[in-house]
T-cell receptor, first 113, second 114 residues
């Protein structure tokens, strides 16, 4: 299966710790998106990459959040000094050059204790 | 501002019946795309159907069809012949002109009753 993969699938961390998530998109997709989804809500857009360039960032993405996509392949999302409000599912999606449907990964569920 | 509204938090449908899930949107972009995704309890988001704002015909994909009414800014999902496996959360989403952002609604929980 060559779909979008995310690692880890689950992360439990203590408040104040840093965490990093990884997303591997479908290989030929140059567009990559990160979302956050809390219980009972739809995904909220966080940031968007086209190849290695970060072209869009939501104001939800505070200065504790940073994302990278070196070489336009996999991407990482880092949260520094985690807070309990960061507990959520973090979803990654990719799409080909023509932005029709996005293909989502299984998500990383973050729990901050 | 771009916005997606799903006003039905939960819906029930009898197996083998058809069901319509409502979605309205707001955008000032002349070009946009509308999507429906299914999210089962396992959590993965599954793409169902896409409608472009300039598409002349309503999109169909198997048992899924999208009732696109541009003047009303609505993009309702119709599921025909419901199956037990259709029980899930359903999200309506919109892509703006640039494709740099996607906006999701709050979802509708569909339960198919045997």
């Amino acid at each position: 299966d060559t779909g979008v993969s995310q690692d880890p699938r689950h992360k439990i961390t203590k408040r104040g710790q840093n965490v990093t998530f990884r997303c591997d998109p479908i290989s030929e997709h140059n567009r990559l998106y990160w979302y956050r989804q809390t219980l009972g809500q739809g995904p909220e857009f966080l940031t968007y990459f086209q190849n290695e360039a970060q072209l869009e960032k939501s104001r939800l993405l505070s200065d504790r959040f940073s994302a990278e996509r070196p070489k336009g392949s996999f991407s990482t999302l880092e949260i520094q000094r985690t807070e309990q409000g960061d507990s959520a599912m973090y979803l990654c999606a990719s799409s080909p050059g023509t932005p029709r449907e996005q293909y989502f990964g299984p998500g990383t569920r973050l729990t901050v204790t | 501002a771009q916005k997606i509204t799903q006003t039905q938090p939960g819906m029930f449908v009898q197996e083998k019946e058809a069901v319509t899930l409502d979605c309205t949107y707001d955008t000032s972009d002349p070009s946009y795309g509308l999507f429906w995704y299914k999210q089962p309890s396992s959590g993965e988001m599954i793409f169902l159907i896409y409608q472009g704002s300039y598409d002349q015909q309503n999109a169909t994909e198997g048992r899924y069809s999208l009732n696109f009414q541009k003047a009303r800014k609505s993009a309702n999902l119709v599921i025909s012949a419901s199956q037990l496996g259709d029980s899930a959360m359903y999200f309506c989403a919109m892509r703006g002109r640039t494709g740099n952002q996607f906006y999701f609604g709050t979802g509708t929980s569909l339960t198919v009753i045997p």
